[in-house]
Every structure is written in C-alpha cells, then in structure tokens.
C-alpha cells in the first residue's frame, strides 16, 4: 500500500479563522496543527527556546502562526498567513486572518476563498462587537458552513449553562440582524483551545456537550463551494493553436482552456459562446492531455467545440439556455483595500472571471458600518469601507449575483497607475 | 453534485493549472525556472497539462550558482529536451565576470548571489514574469507570499506591500522594468510534491535516492564532501547511506540520512518524518530566524 491510498478520498477543505489574538486563535490554530502532528521537531523546539525567552513556562503555541520579521517586532500579525495541514484522509488550508478593526480587508481577502470559517468567541467575554464583525463579514463573502467556537471554557469552569447563554445570544443576534438567514449550516463548540478540550479529542472536562469535536466537524464539511446543481460557467483563460505543430491532425486544432468555475460540462452538450452568443456542441473535454467524458466544477479542463468559432480570453462558454445576464452597469457591495481611497471621478479597471474591462463609479449608496451593519451616507471610500456601490463598464460582464455564484459574482478593481487591486466587489 | 469532489492532489494541480494559465493569459513574457528539483519537475508536469498539444507559452530558464550537482544539471538538460521545450541557462560564475556579484571571500556560498543572476537574466530577455515553485509550507516568510507576488523595477520584495489576493482573481499587470513571480505550487506541502511525483511517476535525478556519499558531520548537519566542499582539518570522512530531500547549490544543501530507494519508500518516509524539510537540508537559513525574509525582500525567490 502507498502512504497516499488512504489520504486523498476526502479532498481538501479551505477555512478561515476569525478572531483576535486574545480569543486564542493563534493558540487555537497551533493546537489543531499540533495535535494532527503537523509540527515536527525542529519547529516544535524553536518555538520551545522563544517560549522560555519570552519567559513562559509551557510551549506557546501561537508562536507557530507568527508572521514576518517586522511584524513578530510589534508583537502583532497583520495579514493573510496560510497553514497547511493532513488528517490523512483530508487535506487543509487554513487562512490566518487578524481580528482587528482596521484589517476588515485582510479578513475579506481570507474569506473570498474559504469555503468555513471558524468565528472565534471567548467564553468569558460572550458575543462582542469583533464577533459581530466577524460573523457578518463571513455572511458578505458567503462562506457556506460556520463554526462558532466558544474558546477559553477552561477559565469558565467548563460551566455549560455559560455556554448555552452565549449560544443564545448568537442565535438571537443573527437573527436580528438576518445573518445566515438562508439555512447556512451553523455549528457551535464549547472549547480550550490552550487544553486541547473538544478540538481534536473530545473534552473530558465537558461530559454535558454530545456534539461533535472540531476536527470531526472539518473532517465532514462539504468542501465544495455548494452542494446543488448551478449552471455551468467556463470563463475562457487561453486559447491553444499548436499550428507549428509537425502533426497535421492538429492544423484545425482550437482548445479553449480554463477552469470549470461552476456546473459541469459533457461531451455533446449544447454551449453559448460570450459575448457573441454563437452555439456549437461539445466535441470533446480534455483534462491533462487525457478524453474524459465530463468536466467537473473546479477542474482545469480543454473544451473542443464542432464548430468553428471566434472565442479568445475573457469570452465565456455556458450551456445554452443558462446564459447569464450581460451587465455593462453592476450594483456591487464593494470592500476598499487601499490607502489611496477610492476616487469617483478616475476610471479604474474592473477584472471579472478572466475579463478586465475598464469601469466608473456611479455612485455610493451607503457605506456600512462592519460593527453595527448601520448604513451610513459616503461620498467616498477609504481602506477597510464596505460600501453598496454602482460601476458603469466599458465591456459586458457576463455575471450572476455572488450569493448565487461566488466564482461569477466576485470582481477585484485595479488602480492602472501602480497596478495594485485596491476593491473587492460582489455583484447583487 | 455533492460527491463530485476532487481529491486533494487533482485540486492543488488544477489550481496550478489555472495559475500557470493567467500567467500565459496576463504576461507578455513570461518564463518558468527550472533547475531540475523536485519541485520544478513537478512544474513542467503541470504544464504540460496545461498547454499541450501546445508548446509551453514560456521557455525554461535556470540560473546555475556553478556549484550544482553534475547529476542534477545533466537531468535539467535532458528533461528539457524531452518536452522540446526551450531551456535558458544563466551563470552566477557569469555576473562575478561582469563584477556584479563579488564574493566576500572565495568560498562564500553563491546561492544568495542568484538573486543578481536571476534580475540580470530578467532584464536581458524582459521577461515581465517569472514562474518558480516555491512552497508556502518551506518557509515563514513564504506563508504570507502572494501566488503572484510583485517586484518592483529592483527586484525587491516588500512584504508590507503585496496586492491583496481575492477569490482566483490573479492580478499579474507590471509596468515596464517590474516583474511578478508567480508560485502556482504555493499550497502544496512537501508531502504534496512526493505524493504527486508518485502518483505521475515523475522521473528524478537519482541524488534524490538513497546512496552512499562521503560526508562529514558539522555541527549536526550532513556535509557531503566535494571538490567544492572538502572536509576541514580534523574532520574524519564517512562514507553514509544518504539521500537529498532537497537539491540546490552544494554549498548549502545537505543530505539526510536514508534507505529510502523508490518514491514510495521516500513518500513513508516522508509520512514520518520529524524534521522539516528546510531545517534538515538548508544550511544557509540557519543563520537567522529572519534569514529567508531578509533574502527574499533582495529580490531572491
């Protein structure tokens, strides 16, 4: 038997944890890394000969997730960090993002590509601000599955009538609020992040909790963005035309290449190319060199099509009778991610799937107010603002609103002058 | 719907794929290292099955400190010509001709010098993108980087100010003189990249097997003895049962000791493991804690 039989059938699982150092997060992503025997020695007595330097007594394991030098000098983290980990029957990807006030546009940047998030709840503190921050930004980005965890129960004597309290509250504020509200799957765990209590061994000290641990929560997720059916979507990234080729059978040859971002596709299948709106059947899908019958969500597929059309990058191929709407003006909730704040009167490039096209702002309908979700009046933007905004484009997108669709609903805006990505919309 | 997942290595090669493709579809000029590692062999596999029946949309460049294993290089020169691809080969021993790297002493390691080399080389072809395979579990400073990272017109590095990466939407847009790198292997672990090789049945170059090298012991690391690297006085000379987890210049990549003769002995070995990949093999991110960071804000990979 190969060591890899027994790892991949479970695939991989993208999840964020939200929350501030002082809900042990850190400590928190360092157990589960930890206890999955993710850390080898080596690492295991660096941060062994920082803990005792720092002056402590145990192993610290928050030093695991710590960042770059200049950071680890404010004693703060202060962006994205991606953590790797295997059960051997699934692999993980964790986004590290901090909790502070002024990274909203860190915490969105690990959201837009997890399909979990872990929300992060000190037991002696119950439902903040931070949490409610935290839990609406997941809802914006519409990460699909939840996990409240309700850390530090150690420092509450594991007391489950604490516990239930603070489930209730949560409760009782997303639906206030109108958080969640489409039946995202919500999961809450009482735990200690610093004992290992309900993170991959079950507590002892909580006999009261029957639930399932986190890591046995992770380990069933769906790692697929949804689990029904949505239209196919096949945003064109390249065109291949081997001409130079010696083999003459591949003289006509046209594969349109990229990633099946939702749906699936079969040889057969009847397809409308976009913008020009020609249709041609499926001639054949290619995965790697390989004929394989059906191209799946998420795979890097070749598509051949019978007929001969004009389809170059930025085009879109979706299935005849599932077109998306054409939109030359989108209505967008956008999140700024520059110190430069956003200007209404500059033209900025809007990338969509594999289109760029350029854009204009039309107008701010409100900005919210991440603590309070409070709508606010704004004649502009600056880093960290989530705004309900209007763009006119030069080009088409081929869109579908994000709650529907993230791959197809999501665009970043680009500043042409340094070429940053300075927004991150999602289309309404 | 929900039972069409992909397995872990066909998502982390379609994420490659689709990264290697916005490469092809937003850089002009654009160009792969390969330096016949582990890590770039699995690159080129992923590019093919990106772009075939195509020819790549990007020639092969390696930057060669002089101080590789024969091994290693002979593997780079025939893959290369296997997949018919082009292969660019740029010498460090070149720039010190020129003057532009100058050693502090002669036997000063020149993997950091490659950094010169590598910019050099950019500059002369104007490549606007360089694709390499680095891994965001290698290294601390590497679990921040961007899967397109940005350089500006030094080369540098400035980890307080990287584009923010939302979704898959890769933004690789330069302006003249400045370059992207881009890793589309940033979320496969070491573990990744051998199960990988397993599962295409990647050819390697053969150091990567258990061997027996003579070697002294340093400071409790592996030192193989070459003509590059001889035993210092008073060090005795052994002869080990070694292979190389990872492979670059002599002068700072040391072997483990090994049995493991196949790939699949290597993956359980691998499986097993108690050191780090890095804190096993390097001997120049030693050093310091902040070493890598240090290295890559001048522009090094």
């Not at chain 2, 090298?213 to 008073?234: D, F, L, N, S």
Request: charged share 25%; proline share 4%.
């Amino acid at each position: 038997m190969s060591a890899h039989d027994n790892i991949h059938d479970n695939g991989l699982l993208r999840f964020m944890t939200c929350g501030s150092v002082d809900d042990g997060k850190s400590t928190l992503i360092g157990r589960l890394l930890f206890d999955t025997k993710s850390i080898l020695a080596d690492t295991l007595t660096q941060i062994e000969k920082t803990s005792t330097k720092r002056g402590m007594d145990a192993v610290d394991l928050s030093l695991l997730t710590d960042g770059l030098q200049a950071e680890r000098e404010q004693g703060i983290t202060i962006d994205v960090a991606y953590r790797y980990f295997s059960t051997g029957t699934r692999k993980y990807i964790i986004a590290d993002a901090p909790g502070h006030e002024q990274y909203t546009r860190n915490m969105v940047t690990a959201a837009s590509t997890a399909n979990l998030a872990i929300i992060l709840i000190d037991a002696r503190k119950g439902v903040l601000t931070q949490t409610r921050r935290h839990s609406f930004l997941a809802h914006l980005v519409n990460i699909p599955h939840i996990v409240v965890a309700v850390n530090k129960m150690d420092l509450i004597d594991y007391d489950q009538a604490r516990f239930d309290a603070i489930v209730a509250d949560y409760q009782a504020f997303i639906a206030k609020m109108g958080l969640f509200a489409d039946g995202r799957d919500i999961q809450f765990i009482p735990m200690s992040a610093l004992n290992g209590d309900n993170i991959v061994d079950r507590s002892e000290s909580m006999p009261w909790y029957t639930g399932t641990t986190l890591l046995e929560l992770l380990e069933k997720a769906p790692a697929a963005h949804t689990g029904h059916a949505e239209p196919f979507r096949f945003p064109v990234q390249f065109v291949c035309r081997p001409q130079d080729s010696a083999n003459p059978e591949l003289h006509d040859y046209r594969g349109f290449m990229g990633t099946v971002e939702s749906g699936s596709v079969k040889v057969g299948d009847l397809l409308t190319a976009l913008p020009n709106g020609r249709e041609s059947r499926v001639k054949a899908v290619h995965l790697g060199g390989e004929a394989i019958a059906e191209g799946i969500t998420e795979q890097a597929i070749t598509i051949l099509l019978e007929d001969e059309i004009d389809i170059s990058r930025g085009d879109m191929l979706v299935k005849s009778g599932e077109v998306p709407a054409q939109k030359k003006e989108i209505d967008a909730m956008l999140c700024w991610l520059s110190e430069t704040p956003l200007s209404p009167a500059r033209t900025y490039l809007i990338r969509h799937t594999t289109r760029t096209s350029k854009a204009k702002l039309t107008g701010i309908a409100y900005k919210l107010d991440v603590n309070s979700q409070e709508q606010v009046e704004a004649s502009q933007l600056v880093m960290n603002d989530i705004a309900r905004v209007g763009f006119k484009l030069a080009q088409p997108l081929f869109a579908d609103p994000y709650s529907q669709n993230r791959a197809t609903g999501a665009f970043i805006v680009i500043d042409e002058s340094n070429n940053n990505t300075v927004g991150a919309g999602m289309i309404l | 719907m929900t039972n069409k997942n992909l397995s872990h290595l066909d998502w982390l090669e379609a994420e490659a794929i689709h990264i290697m493709r916005e490469v092809a579809g937003q850089c002009e000029r654009s160009v792969l290292l390969f330096s016949g590692g582990k890590d770039s062999i699995c690159m080129l596999r992923v590019a093919e099955k990106a772009f075939r029946p195509g020819r790549f949309p990007f020639p092969l460049m390696h930057i060669d400190t002089g101080h590789n294993y024969k091994e290693v290089t002979d593997f780079r020169d025939k893959r290369a010509a296997e997949l018919g691809e082009r292969l660019i080969v740029r010498s460090v021993e070149d720039s010190m001709k020129r003057g532009t790297v100058v050693l502090k002493t002669p036997d000063e390691s020149r993997n950091k010098h490659q950094s010169v080399t590598l910019l050099e080389a950019l500059a002369e072809f104007e490549f606007d993108c360089a694709i390499g395979g680095a891994r965001r579990d290698e290294e601390k400073a590497r679990a921040k980087e961007r899967v397109m990272s940005f350089r500006d017109e030094f080369g540098q590095w400035d980890p307080k100010n990287q584009r923010p990466e939302l979704w898959n939407l890769y933004n690789a847009r330069t302006h003249k003189g400045e370059n992207i790198r881009a890793f589309p292997i940033s979320n496969w672990t070491e573990m990744d990249v051998w199960q990988y090789i397993e599962r295409e049945q990647l050819e390697l170059p053969s150091i990567y097997f258990s061997h027996v090298r003579p070697i002294v012991r340093r400071g409790g690391a592996i030192v193989p003895v070459t003509e590059i690297t001889p035993a210092r006085p008073g060090e005795e000379i052994v002869d080990l049962r070694v292979r190389f987890r990872t492979v670059g210049d002599i002068t700072c990549t040391a072997p483990v000791e090994s049995d493991a003769d196949t790939i699949e002995k290597i993956v359980l070995e691998t499986a097993t493991t108690t050191i780090t990949e890095r804190g096993a093999t390097r001997l120049d991110d030693q050093t310091s804690d902040a070493s890598m960071e240090q290295r890559k804000k001048e522009g090094y990979f």
